[in-house]
């Protein structure tokens, strides 16, 4: 696992490009870095586009140095900055975007980012014949075809270190919280970051609570000499959900405080394993483009690198594996 492979040169690049879309993950800047010094140790020229597909309309493409990437392996965000381009959905911008590679001499494209930033990628390639490969960069890890994304382990440790706070006044005064953390359309970081940090429930997109169903088990636990619980809520599509549940049960007598995690689960030095995972996949990124590979996503399945077609990832998401939320349930049952 995370062995650089030696794949036959088929193309004779000079120059390639990375950008980074969509909301940063921890973990991409160690991308970045792998790209540029696997880059230069092929001879190609890498270059950086600033601020995701916004700045590759407007053309700001600007050269990396292998010195301009040193000490950034550690730090969080994205030294390219990133965007949520709402313009790059008319396939006209993905055209314009297209000729400033061009007119810059770029010939092939590294997109990290999350779903709808492969989708953009995809529709790219389709339309216009521009080589781009794909690494799966969010803290959700909801992408199709990878059971694994850069910054989903950084964006659980960070969701674990509050919840194991949060559980130290919990317990000191025998209360229940709801904790809400990042996942808008799938349950990973609820699910990982709840198993791991003991939550009583976990309530993620792919498995909603009955309120009343909820209020009646809280009740049991208590009866049965539980004094205080945990339950974590993935924030889903719909911003208020969990104020939501949390009303609800004081409606029912109960009095749970709401933390909600936020973007503090965006930022943050990346863990080692999201730095190799980044370095390996930034890597192969560009050892695959010289093979002629392209239209494509980077991803790990079994712990082994997997090409998974950008027409296979765009418009899908991943979901939460049964599994997962059932082991969650039964750890909980200390009653
Ligand atoms: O990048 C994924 C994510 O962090 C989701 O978990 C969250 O719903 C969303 O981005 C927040 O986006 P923004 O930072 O644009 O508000």
């Not at 969080?76 to 001499?105: H, N, Y």
Request: charged share 20%; with cysteine; aromatic share 6%.
């Amino acid at each position: 696992m995370f062995g650089l492979q030696s794949l036959p040169k088929k193309c004779d690049f000079n120059r390639i490009a990375v950008l980074t879309s969509g909301g940063d993950a921890p973990g991409m800047n160690a991308a970045i870095r792998a790209i540029v010094r696997t880059g230069h140790s092929e001879d190609v020229d890498i270059f950086g586009i600033q601020r995701g597909y916004s700045g590759l309309v407007e053309g700001d493409v600007r050269p990396l140095s292998t010195r301009a990437v040193a000490h950034i392996l550690q730090r969080g965000g994205t030294i390219l900055k990133s965007d949520r381009c709402d313009a790059f959905r008319d396939p006209a911008v993905r055209w314009q975007a297209v000729e400033q590679l061009r007119d810059a001499g770029i010939e092939a494209l590294v997109v990290i980012g999350g779903e709808g930033s492969l989708t953009g990628a995809m529709l790219m390639q389709q339309e216009t014949g521009f080589p781009v490969i794909g690494l799966p960069g969010t803290i959700d890890n909801d992408i199709y075809g990878t059971e694994d994304s850069i910054g989903f382990d950084t964006a659980v440790d960070t969701a674990l270190g509050s919840i194991d706070r949060i559980r130290d006044t919990a317990n000191s005064h025998d209360r229940l919280f709801l904790v809400e953390v990042m996942g808008r359309n799938s349950g990973f970081i609820a699910a990982y970051a709840g198993i791991a940090g003991g939550a009583e429930f976990v309530m993620t997109p792919e498995n909603q609570f009955d309120p009343d169903w909820l209020y009646d088990e809280l009740v049991k636990s208590h009866r049965a000499g539980k004094s205080s619980s945990l339950v974590l809520v993935a924030e889903g599509a719909v911003p208020g959900r969990t104020q939501a549940l949390a009303q609800s049960l004081i409606e029912r007598g109960l009095e749970p405080r709401v933390c909600i995690l936020g973007h503090t689960q965006r930022g943050g030095a990346p863990t080692g394993h999201d730095r190799m995972l980044a370095s390996y996949l930034g890597a192969m990124a560009i050892r695959h483009l010289l093979a002629g590979d392209s239209n494509i996503m980077l991803g790990i399945a079994r712990h082994q690198l997997v090409q998974v077609p950008l027409t296979d990832v765009a418009g899908k998401s991943k979901t939460l594996p049964p599994g997962v939320t059932d082991l969650a349930a039964v750890l909980r049952r200390s009653i």
